[in-house]
């Protein structure tokens, strides 16, 4: 059984301005297999997010294939998509993307709209991810009184609501200062570790990237042929939630202090 | 967190807008419930007036059939003309003299051959005058009239058994007999007026009488002995009208033509004359309804175009709040779209948001329109009330036209109106909605994410 989850094919994606066309992507080949933490990294205009854009079937390429699921997703109709993006993807915006007039849990919520879960159900799942995400104690607060951090981590929750196959972070601490932006990127590589999710973040921090597991170079539209692994989670990167020891992914109890780890 | 929730919350949180949003559509609403109500008011006014028409027409025609043998003789004009034309007035005495007869005329027409018998009537206005406020198709003018009419009646058995000389709708009291002096039958408006019942005394030309019969009636008459009326109002030997009964009807043109031939001065009316005034009568009211009848197609014809403006401006007013809320909220589509939701969906919540603020602006404009149709109809609308002119009546009978087609039209609303209203107000949100929602629909998730 193939582990790949997504897979791009001479990936192109050509802007037309005017008579000027401008290759924004060309032949970008990408391979991510299930439980991978891939970083992107790219200077300002090199194609990050046009790259996710295509990722995450907000757009269309000029040409070549894009495989999520065993699924060429470039031949699926536009109005038939937002299955995807509801099923198969979870995104991540720089700018949080949050509805300012739903509270947090309201707002983990809102992708679940239109599912087979129950009222309840999709209380109790978003109510779980906004713990996973430790904000369960601002559940009813709206977007406003939130700090931009927690704001993350609600729109990491909402895009984790349904479950998807790959989480798609477009410079997930593009809007946040370096403590918070490292508890993000933190998060992430613990939901990485923990819930297996897999991740492909596109960001210019290299010392983000750096917490990746693996580290892509794209520079004007190309993806370069060298690849870097990160540090990935850093030695006290996991700790216990009751007494704040280092502890490993595979841990289910603390070896510190001797409680369940949820 | 469901899509109705969504939709009350974004109403909500742009309060100013929704309220004047809200306020506009609600006056919409107020006209499209108020219109009809006025024109259904109309048209009941209208069916009540050709009702009443119809009655009185019925009433007079079988009066006239029953009364073949009757000559009526008058010292003035108007009381040949008692069933009212255009000239006629709805009181005796009113703008003129009372005439009268001497009562030596009875002796000289009863010996004409053919007659049978001969009521003497004294019709004669009160001292007292009141001022009324009429209305016309020209305007309203205040005037100054006898408060009643007095009608002195000869109580004679075999005349009253015989013949309809006094009131039948007795509603109190009994009516005059034979024999009664220094006693009255009044009719209920003017009971009302003075505040008088029966058993109750009420003075007539400085001399006070008992009320014994209150009948119904909305003119304001005083009957009595026609000896009492004469000596009250010092006309000793005088009357105002006879009406002669001839043996048959064979007789009723000789014995017209003679008292034409010996008494020139006086006005004599026949079966005949009455049934030409009928159908004169009959000429002028159906104009008058057929003018009616006109004014009320302008009106509808007024109020079709009204209620489309406010059919257009509703969906107006809808569809650019929405658009301007869809070009808003671009970016929130973009996310919606980014999380997963179809093009449906969000369809689906900017429709629902158009129709709740129709449903909201629908209540206000009921609660509106149900309080303020009457003012607003009769702003509308020409005319709310074709036929508050007024009409000249018809003392005799006791049938005034004028009364009935003065009587305030009732503008209410009634709940299918209501119902029917609301409907089509949410579904003018729905369609005003329908364009702005298809446009977010189809908006790409990636340049709505883009939109500042």
Same mark, same amino acid.
């Given at each position: 059984m193939?582990?790949?989850?997504?897979?791009?094919e001479?990936?192109?994606?050509?802007?037309?301005i005017g008579?000027?066309k401008i290759n924004a992507?060309?032949?970008v080949?990408?391979r991510v297999n299930?439980?991978?933490?891939v970083a992107i990294?790219g200077?300002s205009?090199?194609g990050?997010?046009t790259l996710?854009?295509?990722?995450g079937?907000l757009?269309r390429p000029?040409n070549g294939?894009?495989?999520?699921?065993?699924?060429?997703?470039?031949?699926?109709p536009?109005k038939?998509?937002w299955k995807?993006?509801?099923?198969?993807i979870?995104?991540?915006?720089?700018?949080?993307?949050?509805?300012?007039?739903?509270s947090?849990?309201?707002?983990?919520?809102?992708?679940?709209?239109g599912?087979k879960k129950?009222?309840?159900?999709k209380r109790k799942r978003?109510h779980?991810?906004?713990?996973?995400?430790?904000?369960s104690a601002r559940?009813?607060?709206?977007?406003?009184?939130l700090?931009a951090g927690e704001q993350?981590?609600?729109?990491?929750?909402?895009a984790?609501?349904n479950?998807p196959?790959?989480l798609?972070?477009?410079?997930p601490t593009?809007?946040?200062d370096?403590?918070?932006?490292f508890?993000i990127?933190r998060?992430?590589?613990k939901?990485?570790?923990t819930?297996g999710?897999t991740?492909?973040?596109v960001?210019h921090?290299?010392?983000?990237?750096s917490?990746a597991?693996?580290?892509?170079f794209l520079?004007?539209g190309k993806l370069?042929?060298r690849?870097?692994?990160?540090?990935?989670?850093l030695k006290?990167?996991?700790?216990?939630?009751?007494?704040?020891k280092p502890i490993?992914?595979d841990h289910?109890?603390c070896?510190?202090?001797g409680?369940k780890i949820e | 967190m469901?899509?109705?929730t969504?939709?009350v919350?974004n109403?909500? &949180?742009?309060?100013m807008?929704t309220?004047?949003?809200?306020i506009?559509?609600?006056?919409?609403?107020?006209?499209?419930i108020?219109?009809?109500?006025?024109?259904?008011a109309n048209?009941k006014a209208a069916?009540?007036?050709?009702e009443n028409y119809n009655n009185t027409?019925?009433?007079m025609q079988?009066?006239?059939?029953k009364?073949?043998?009757?000559?009526?003789?008058s010292a003035?004009s108007r009381?040949g003309?008692f069933?009212g034309t255009?000239?006629?007035?709805?009181f005796p005495?009113?703008?003129?003299?009372?005439?009268?007869i001497n009562a030596?005329?009875?002796?000289?027409i009863?010996?004409?051959?053919g007659?049978?018998?001969i009521?003497?009537f004294?019709?004669?206005s009160?001292e007292?005058?009141?001022e009324? =406020?009429?209305?016309?198709?020209?305007?309203?003018?205040t005037i100054s009239?006898?408060?009643? %009419?007095?009608?002195?009646v000869?109580?004679?058995s075999? $005349?009253i058994d015989?013949y309809?000389?006094?009131?039948?709708n007795?509603i109190?009291?009994?009516?005059?007999?034979?024999g009664?002096s220094?006693?009255?039958?009044?009719?209920l408006?003017?009971s009302d007026?003075?505040?008088?019942y029966v058993?109750?005394k009420?003075k007539v030309?400085?001399e006070t009488?008992?009320v014994?019969?209150?009948y119904n009636?909305?003119? &304001?008459?005083?009957y009595?002995n026609i000896?009492d009326?004469?000596r009250?109002?010092n006309?000793i030997?005088?009357v %105002?009208?006879?009406?002669?009964?001839?043996q048959?009807?064979s007789?009723?043109?000789?014995?017209?033509d003679v008292?034409e031939?010996a008494y020139p001065e006086l006005?004599?009316t026949?079966?005949?004359?009455r $049934?030409?005034?009928?159908?004169?009568?009959?000429?002028?009211?159906?104009?008058?309804l057929?003018n009616?009848?006109s004014?009320?197609?302008? =009106?509808?014809?007024v109020a079709?175009q009204?209620?489309l403006?406010?059919?257009v401006?509703?969906?107006?007013?809808v569809?650019f709040m929405?658009?301007?809320?869809v070009?808003e909220r671009?970016?929130?589509i973009?996310i919606?779209?980014?999380?997963g939701?179809s093009?449906?969906?969000?369809?689906?919540q900017?429709?629902l948001?158009?129709?709740l603020?129709?449903?909201m602006?629908?209540?206000?404009?009921a609660l509106?329109?149900?309080?303020?149709a009457p003012?607003?109809s009769?702003l $509308?609308?020409?005319s709310v009330?074709?036929?508050?002119a007024?009409?000249p009546?018809?003392?005799r009978q006791?049938?005034?036209f004028?009364t009935?087609?003065?009587?305030?039209?009732?503008?209410?609303p009634?709940?299918?109106?209501?119902l029917?209203?609301?409907?089509?107000?949410?579904l003018l949100?729905? $369609?005003?909605?329908?364009?702005p929602a298809?446009?977010?629909? &189809?908006?790409?998730?990636?340049?709505?994410?883009?939109?500042?």
């Open positions: 193939s582990n790949l989850v997504l897979e791009t001479n990936l192109e994606k050509v802007y037309t008579r000027r992507l060309s032949d080949n990408l299930k439980g991978d933490f990294m200077p205009g090199s990050k997010t996710l854009n295509l990722l079937c757009d000029t294939k894009v495989i999520l699921d065993d699924i060429d997703v470039t031949r699926v536009e038939a998509l995807f993006r509801k099923h198969k979870g995104f991540i915006f720089q700018t949080f993307n949050l509805l300012p007039y739903l947090a849990i309201e707002n983990v919520e809102l992708p679940m709209e599912t129950s009222k309840s159900e978003a779980e991810l906004l713990e996973i995400v430790g904000l559940k009813e607060h709206k977007p406003p009184r700090s993350q981590r609600v729109a990491i929750a909402r984790l609501a479950n196959t790959i798609l972070a477009d410079e593009g809007n946040l370096m403590k918070t932006s508890e990127v998060l992430l590589s939901l990485n570790l819930q999710t991740i492909v973040m960001t921090d290299s010392n983000v990237a917490r597991g693996r580290i892509l520079s004007d370069l042929n690849e870097k692994k990160g540090m990935h989670l006290g990167d996991l700790t216990c939630p009751h007494c704040h490993q992914p289910t109890f070896p510190r202090c409680k | 469901g899509v109705l969504r939709a919350r109403v909500s &949180r742009r309060k807008r309220f004047l949003v809200i506009a559509l609600s006056l919409s609403m107020a006209i499209m108020s219109i009809p109500a006025g024109i259904m048209q069916q009540s007036i050709i027409i019925t009433s079988e009066e006239i059939n009364t073949s043998t009757l000559i009526e003789i003035s009381r003309m069933f255009p000239s006629g007035m709805p005495g009113f703008g003129q003299e009372e005439a009268f030596t005329v009875v002796d000289e009863s010996t004409i051959e007659v049978k018998d009521v003497p004294l019709e004669v009160s007292e005058t009141t009324d =406020t009429m209305s016309t198709p020209r305007g309203s003018f009239r006898p408060v009643y %009419t007095i009608t002195g000869c109580l004679k075999t $005349l015989n309809s000389i006094l009131p039948t007795v109190d009291g009994r009516n005059l007999i034979e009664d220094g006693v009255i039958g009044i009719s408006n003017l007026y003075y505040s008088v058993g109750d009420l030309y400085g009488f008992k014994v019969g209150i009636s909305t003119a &304001r008459t005083v009595m000896t009326a004469q009250i109002t006309n030997g005088n %105002t009208r006879l009406d002669v009964y001839a048959g009807i007789y009723v043109n000789s014995i017209a008292i031939a006005y004599v026949t079966y005949e004359d $049934l030409a005034n009928l159908e004169r009568t009959q000429a002028m009211y159906e104009t008058t057929e009616a009848e004014t009320i197609s302008q =009106t509808q014809a079709f009204e209620i403006i406010a059919i401006a509703t969906s107006l007013i569809l929405m658009l301007y809320t070009r671009t970016k929130e973009g919606l779209k980014a999380i939701f093009n449906w969906n969000v369809m689906i900017f429709i948001e158009g129709i603020l129709s449903a602006a629908g209540g206000v404009g509106i329109g149900i309080v303020g003012v607003i009769s $509308l609308l020409p009330n074709p036929f508050s007024q009409q009546g018809f003392p006791n049938i005034n004028g009935a087609l003065s009587q305030s039209v009732t503008v209410t009634d709940l299918q109106t209501l029917l209203a609301f409907g089509v107000f949410l949100g729905a $369609l005003g909605s329908l364009y298809w446009r977010a629909a &189809r908006t790409s998730p990636m340049e709505a994410l883009r939109y500042e």
